[in-house]
């Protein structure tokens, strides 16, 4: 009778979840195929790129910096022969200026990517092909990912490209119809939660538990970012892109001023939900070793877990925020800045309300969690 229960209710839930899926996808569908916007006035119109390789260097003229003796500089005369498209096969001949910021120096075989305006009469270097090199790191982390992980590191994956469909094809059609952006970020949060949990963990209590607490303290990382953003007067303006943001916004429907918060409810949701899902995980598993153990006693169990995850989960979060920025943090540290200029600037005040009000959402975490599972599961058996 349990069986057959089980598989009534494993039918249910699956019946469920692809009605999800496919309502996803047609919702996903209509999202983008209406989706219309103006492009910014300065969209570069009638070029075209194509890949390229580096045939023959007939003239190199590289020599070290004067001034940074490990950087070198000059021009390099080459012939490259397009890999791709109509001109497939053509040898072009084009300049490659080497400087100290756009140093792109080349040898034979060297992968190109390259531009023209004019059918490749003339050719401009854009940048380096790195597919190849790109598509190997991701299959290295795809086979670790589901070599060590089994079925749930495919779960895993799932969630992850699942989260990735999110928030290129739903956060931001959303926020160029003209939708907040911490409304549309909110969504995100509701959807890559939902989903990553009961893909991994199916639709349990556990998950219930993990992905509530997880939805309720990454809204409070933005909501404590929000505040003090309005208290410090920080907001998108004071990021080094919102020139770039303000023009491209330009005859849209696109809010740039809050699009700083909504990232943060994005870049806090992985710390939040890794620290909900363990102590909500070691609260059931506890419970299933001892059925006896009363809802203070699991909450003092899930609280003592917290306290060592709570550690290293606030440094993830502020340690990701910092490396973002350590250039920008050398150059002020060799200025010899002041302290009283240095925790002013803006940079530095983004950096702050971001690592600390996610790290403030991670602690939260803890408590809320942990008294969630210890009331849900009280003195009844986990399932």
Request: proline fraction near 3%; aromatic fraction near 12%.
């Amino acid at each position: 009778m349990q069986k057959t229960n089980k598989k009534i209710t494993f039918k249910k839930s699956y019946i469920v979840w692809t009605f999800f899926m496919i309502s996803f996808f047609i919702l996903l569908y209509f999202l983008n195929s209406s989706l219309k916007f103006n492009q910014p006035e300065d969209a570069p119109i009638g070029i075209v790129y194509e890949k390229a390789v580096v045939t023959k260097i007939t003239s190199d003229t590289l020599s070290p910096d004067p001034d940074y003796p490990y950087i070198d500089i000059g021009k390099q005369y080459l012939e490259i022969k397009i890999t791709t498209g109509e001109n497939k096969g053509k040898i072009v001949s084009t300049i490659n200026f080497v400087g100290r910021t756009d140093n792109k120096p080349v040898k034979v075989g060297t992968k190109l990517v390259i531009s023209s305006y004019d059918d490749f009469i003339s050719t401009i270097i854009v940048n380096y092909n790195r597919e190849v090199s790109i598509y190997i790191l991701l299959f290295i982390f795809i086979f670790v990912v589901l070599f060590l992980g089994k079925l749930k590191g495919a779960k895993s994956l799932f969630s992850l490209v699942f989260t990735m469909i999110c928030i290129f094809f739903v956060f931001i059609p959303l926020i160029i119809r003209g939708i907040n952006p911490i409304a549309s970020s909110i969504i995100i949060v509701i959807l890559s939660t939902m989903v990553t949990m009961i893909s991994l963990n199916g639709v349990t209590k556990k998950t219930f538990v993990a992905s509530l607490s997880c939805i309720l303290c990454t809204i409070i990382a933005g909501l404590i970012a929000y505040i003090f953003g309005k208290f410090n007067n920080i907001s998108t303006f004071n990021t080094a892109e919102v020139q770039d943001l303000l023009f491209v916004s330009t005859k849209t429907s696109l809010k740039v001023k809050d699009l700083l918060f909504a990232g943060i409810l994005i870049s806090s949701l992985g710390a939040i939900m890794d620290t909900t899902m363990s102590i909500t995980s070691s609260i059931f598993e506890i419970k299933d070793v001892n059925n006896n153990l009363s809802k203070s006693q699991l909450f003092i169990s899930g609280m003592n877990i917290g306290k060592d995850i709570m550690g290293t989960m606030t440094n993830t979060l502020i340690l990701a925020f910092t490396g973002s920025s350590i250039n920008i943090l050398i150059i002020y540290f060799m200025y010899c800045m002041p302290y009283i200029q240095l925790i002013n600037i803006d940079l530095i005040v983004l950096e702050i309300v971001q690592g600390l009000s996610g790290g403030i959402a991670v602690i939260l975490s803890i408590p809320i969690t942990a008294f969630a599972a210890s009331e849900l599961i009280g003195y009844k058996k986990a399932i």
